[in-house]
């Protein structure tokens, strides 16, 4: 699906921020209630996915070599 | 005996040798290097006091408790030290002593020294200012670590990072963190994620715990102008809690070791959770509330009695004809009997009792009023009482029940509507023929137009 397609590409921080968005919006009660609806759903699955991505997480390190560190000549 | 010209007391004495002291600028400010002798904490109040002496001599020093407590070594007897502050005299004694403010184990009196002058250079130029520090980023994906590659330091981090955050990606800048290069190494390392700021949105540059000497190279002016210059953030971890460099000062934030400033760095996933789930909540709530709020509005709407059933407009106007109905029985009830009773009282005075026959023909005529006025009266109200069953009867031939009681049937379709026309009914639609009693739906086989129908066109 479209959707799933796009919960993949999107980061944890972008997630999150939309949540809150989301969260902001639907206190604001502003909204027809389709869309209160479909945004509701739009951050449970917004949720799962951060949740997700923190319990999947594993810790990357990545050691800089020697070769990296040369600094250029300095300009 | 000379003249008491000059005559002082003890007191006045040695407050006139207190203010000489305290008014020269050089015993205001200065360093003294000695050994520590006479050491006694005075443990309710914290002040130290001690003697400092060499082989030229001796002097009484104090510490008070709030210079002690920043102390990052323990003073003992026979310990070289090199201490800083002012000479002023105590009256009680008149001891001139040395009012000690700062202090180092000797050997360090150099760099100790070489220290403060950076540190205040540094501040009068304005790098320490509050105002210069960059905010630490709450959600930092890349974190930069400019540390030595081996010991408990790096190791100490990425565990506290695991715990905390592990979307985090860590890269490492290895580098001396003492000795002969190491602040060189370590500028570098602030330069290389200066250029890559795509490794890093924050800037950690640290190390364990160690001797002054070891911890120097954090004390180093170009490293701390590197760190004043870098765009990213820093958090400086240097030592221990009571360590305090020059990188300490300069940084956006400093940490009082490694650990903590990964701790700093970045949020905690148990708190992130939290929030999820409290975004949850709320959420719901949220959509309750606007769920329950126009549901009530629809109950509201769907309570209007038009609504409510077919029949209930209809129904309403026929409990009000009912109604009407009842006033007027009363009204003719209530009418007989004032009638009644109004000619019982009158009937009853004594001019009609007692020379009956005198009276007798009076009597007669009213009575015979009487029974016109009721008559009249009687008449007009069977004639409204027939107007209105007349309408009562024109209502109920123009209710669908009453039709439907008459042998008619209602069709509708399957959306509801009501069906006025054989057009647009194809075979095969479901109909559905509501009776009096009841409905039955029903398959449509054919259709056909009768000859010569009109078929009004409705919807």
New interface residues.
């Given amino acids: 699906m479209a959707t799933e397609k796009k919960d993949q590409e999107i ?3 972008q997630a ?1 921020a939309r ?2 968005e ?2 902001k919006s ?2 604001s ?1 502003q909204a027809p ?1 389709e869309e ?2 479909g945004l ?1 759903e739009e ?2 699955r917004l ?1 799962e996915l ?2 997700k ?2 319990k999947d ?8 070599q020697s070769g990296e ?1 040369q ?1 250029a000549p300095s300009c | 005996m000379p003249v008491a010209r000059n005559i002082l007391t003890v007191g006045d004495l040695n407050q006139f040798v207190k203010s000489l002291l305290e008014s020269n600028p050089y015993l205001g400010n200065l360093y003294v290097r000695g050994e520590i002798s006479n050491f006694k904490n005075q443990y309710l109040t914290g002040h130290l006091y001690f003697s400092l002496k060499d082989a030229g001599g001796v002097v009484g020093a104090v510490m008070f408790a709030s210079y002690a407590s920043r102390l990052s070594f323990k003073p003992e007897d026979g310990m070289k030290v090199m201490a800083h502050g002012r000479v002023s005299l105590y009256p009680k004694t008149g001891q001139y002593q040395f009012y000690i403010d700062d202090m180092q184990p000797d050997g360090l009196g150099a760099l100790y020294i070489a220290f403060n002058a950076l540190k205040e250079k540094l501040e009068r130029e304005g790098l320490f200012d509050p105002s210069r520090k960059k905010p630490i980023p709450y959600m930092p994906m890349h974190v930069g670590i400019v540390t030595s590659e081996t010991g408990a330091v790096i190791q100490d981090m990425k565990n506290v990072f695991s715990r905390r955050f592990p979307l985090t990606q860590l890269t490492l800048y290895p580098s001396l963190v003492q000795g002969q290069g190491a602040a060189e190494n370590l500028s570098r390392g602030i330069r290389y994620f200066n250029a890559h700021p795509e490794l890093a949105d924050v800037i950690i540059i640290g190390r364990g715990g160690g001797s002054i000497e070891d911890l120097w190279a954090f004390n180093d002016e170009s490293l701390a102008r590197e760190i004043a210059k870098s765009r990213i953030p820093v958090i400086s971890a240097v030592g221990h809690e009571t360590d305090f460099t020059i990188c300490d000062f300069v940084a956006d934030k400093r940490a009082p070791t490694p650990s903590a400033a990964a701790e700093l760095a970045v949020p905690d996933q148990a708190d992130l959770f939290a929030n999820l789930q409290e975004y949850t909540t709320r959420m719901r709530n949220a959509l309750k509330k606007s769920l329950d709020s126009r549901a009530l509005a629809l109950k509201r709407f769907a309570e209007r009695p038009v609504l409510r059933s077919p029949a209930a407009a209809w129904n309403e106007k026929a409990m009000q004809l009912d109604h009407l109905q009842d006033r007027y029985r009363h009204a003719l009830d209530a009418h007989m009997q004032m009638r009644q009773t109004g000619l019982r009282s009158i009937l009853s005075r004594p001019v009609f009792q007692n020379p009956g026959a005198m009276i007798s023909p009076g009597r007669d005529r009213l009575q015979s009023l009487s029974d016109r006025a009721d008559q009249a009266m009687r008449s007009r109200i069977s004639q409204r009482l027939q107007h209105a069953d007349h309408l009562k009867k024109q209502l109920d031939a123009l209710s669908p029940l009453g039709v439907l009681q008459r042998g008619y049937s209602l069709t509708t379709d399957s959306s509801g509507r009501v069906l006025t026309s054989v057009q647009n009914i194809r075979p095969g639609d479901k109909l559905t023929v509501s009776f009096r009693d009841g409905r039955a739906v029903a398959a449509v086989e054919q259709t056909e137009k009768t000859a010569g129908g009109k078929t009004s066109d409705g919807n």
């Fill in positions: 980061s944890f921080e999150l949540i809150e989301i969260v639907l206190e009660g209630l209160e609806i509701y951050a449970v949720t951060c949740s991505k923190l997480a594993e810790l990357k390190i990545r050691t800089l560190t600094e």
